[in-house]
């Protein structure tokens, strides 16, 4: 079993529409999560991270996090064609020991 | 600005050779750290550092070395290159302090080996 699985798409969405990608991981210790988008050809950048059980909003971003199901989401409201680029969830137990996922590629069509 | 670089983004190398890849970051992070990205496979941990002169195994140490002299340099050492070592490789830096930082990433290096 990976560390760190996500659905790896790709997932289209039309334009304004919510898109929603999830993530699951195995450690029980881990206590950070992170969603970082990566452009094709690029390095990823972050976007979101979350601590704590729950919903954090930044703009059109949301990440949920659900520890006793040990599963992250990040919803995208409003989905533009700029949004289109793969999605990469990170899980760590501390600044050392940080586990990505394979990511899941978004495309946003006109 | 914050920056990550990386001392090449192509590379193409036989079997058999040495190969460096150098990265240097200018934010005084403690931490760097060597992945590479692999279609379906997403980003594995080569090694980390954590202070000058430190280093710590990740995932897929096998085939590699590193070296770090200096705080803001992070080597990648592929000691005899094989094929099965082409992919992309990714440099990262980040703080070490209390919490979690971000992970700061190099622009990558594509490498060939033939």
């Known amino acids: 079993q990976k560390e760190v699985e996500q659905n790896s798409g790709p997932l289209s969405v039309p334009e304004g529409a919510i898109a929603s990608l999830n993530c699951t991981y195995s450690?029980?210790?881990?206590?950070?999560f992170f969603w970082y988008r990566q452009y094709s050809g690029k390095s990823p950048e972050l976007i979101m991270f979350?601590?704590?059980?729950g919903d954090k909003e930044d703009g059109r971003f949301t990440a949920q996090l659900n520890k006793a199901s040990q599963y992250v989401s990040l919803l995208i409201r409003d989905s533009q064609p700029s949004d289109s680029a793969t999605y990469l969830c990170?899980?760590?137990?501390?600044?050392?020991?940080?586990?990505f996922g394979a990511g899941t590629r978004l495309t946003v069509k006109p | 600005d914050v920056k990550v670089t990386q001392s090449s983004r192509y590379l193409v190398k036989r079997t058999g050779e040495k190969v460096f890849l150098e990265c240097v970051q200018d934010m005084d992070h403690e931490n760097m750290f060597w992945y590479r990205q692999d279609p379906g496979l997403g980003l594995r941990l080569i090694y980390f550092s954590y202070d000058v002169k430190m280093k710590e195994k990740g995932d897929i140490p096998e085939g590699y070395s590193v070296s770090r002299e200096k705080k803001e340099r992070f080597s990648l050492i592929l000691e005899s290159a094989s094929t099965n070592q082409t992919s992309m490789y990714l440099c990262a830096s980040s703080w070490r302090g209390q919490g979690f930082s971000e992970q700061y990433f190099g622009p990558g290096t594509r490498l060939t080996v033939t």
């Open positions: 990170a899980v760590g137990r501390n600044n050392n020991d940080m586990r």
């Open positions: 979350i601590y704590s059980n």
């Open positions: 450690d029980r210790g881990s206590q950070s």
